[in-house]
């Protein structure tokens, strides 16, 4: 091993947020067409907890491994071939390209290709939410559901990291919304434009159904998912 110079958290054996050690490392080198990032802020996803906590689902590395899908950062060094990106340059990008995670190090290696720039001023901690979120929530909305203005929209775990980013969107895109979430988020809900449903306490069908005079919604966003839940969004 070389100088060490790179400090990772891993998780070493699965559990709570207890289980994440700091691992020292050399300094990643990047290959042709990627950049060394050195990270400023790493986003938290619901797949960082259910990677961390549970060993056997499907998909799920074995341990140990890093968590981080999202990261903002400074540009530290070029790999070959790059021209798009710049030293120093301020950049946001998911490591979805890497496997799994990656992004709870102090540097790590990204496909240039990847990254976006980010603009001066914005907190890093407040642009990595945009990374997973948004995109997940725009690629669902608009390249899978291709939704319409006017339309209606049905987003359970609407106070969630993604459902908060579809409601967002949801605004821009002047769709009718509606969104399930526990009692103590409907106020969130409804400041971000949508009528909130209790799904703890009430049956959502039959409140949409209520709300929308029988007429049903055009889309439904259904990230809890099992065959009933999803039997019931349909
Ligand atoms: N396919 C992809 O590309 C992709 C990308 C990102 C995320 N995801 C998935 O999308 C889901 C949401 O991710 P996230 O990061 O937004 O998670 P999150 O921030 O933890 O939010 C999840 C929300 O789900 C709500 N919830 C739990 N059970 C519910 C139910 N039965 N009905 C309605 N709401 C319920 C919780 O709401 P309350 O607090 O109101 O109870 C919570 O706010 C996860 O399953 C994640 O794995 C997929």
């Known amino acids: 091993m070389g100088q060490v110079t790179n400090h990772r958290a891993v998780v070493s054996e699965h559990g709570g947020p207890e289980v994440l050690r700091l691992v020292e490392d050399d300094l990643p080198e990047p290959k042709v067409g990627e950049v060394r990032v050195r990270v400023q802020a790493a986003g938290v996803s619901a797949f ?29 060094k070029l790999g070959e071939g790059v021209t798009a990106l710049e030293l120093g340059q301020t950049v946001a990008g998911g490591t979805w390209s890497r496997g799994i995670g990656g992004g709870y190090a102090e540097y790590l290696c990204l496909s240039a290709s990847e990254l976006v720039p980010v603009p001066a001023g914005i907190d890093p901690a407040e642009a990595v939410c945009l990374v997973v979120n948004y995109l997940t929530a725009h690629l669902h909305m608009h390249r899978i559901g291709e939704v319409r203005a006017g339309e209606r929209m049905l987003v359970h775990g609407a106070a969630g990291g993604v459902g908060t980013a579809l409601l967002q969107l949801g605004a821009l895109s002047d769709l009718e919304m509606y969104g399930t979430a526990s009692s103590s988020q409907q106020e969130l809900v409804t400041e971000l434009g949508a009528i909130p ?20 919604v055009d889309i439904v966003i259904d990230p809890v998912g099992g ?3 999803l039997w019931h969004s349909y």
Request: net charge negative; aromatic share 12%; hydrophobic share 35%.
């Open 48 to 76: 960082d907890l259910i990677y961390r906590r549970w060993p056997h689902l499907p998909g799920s590395p074995k341990v140990p491994f890093t968590l981080g899908e999202d990261v903002v950062g400074i540009v530290d």
């Open 197 to 216: 449903i209790d799904y703890r306490n009430q049956d959502f069908r039959e409140r949409i159904g209520y709300l929308t005079g029988g007429e049903g």
């Open 227 to 229: 065959a009933m839940h």
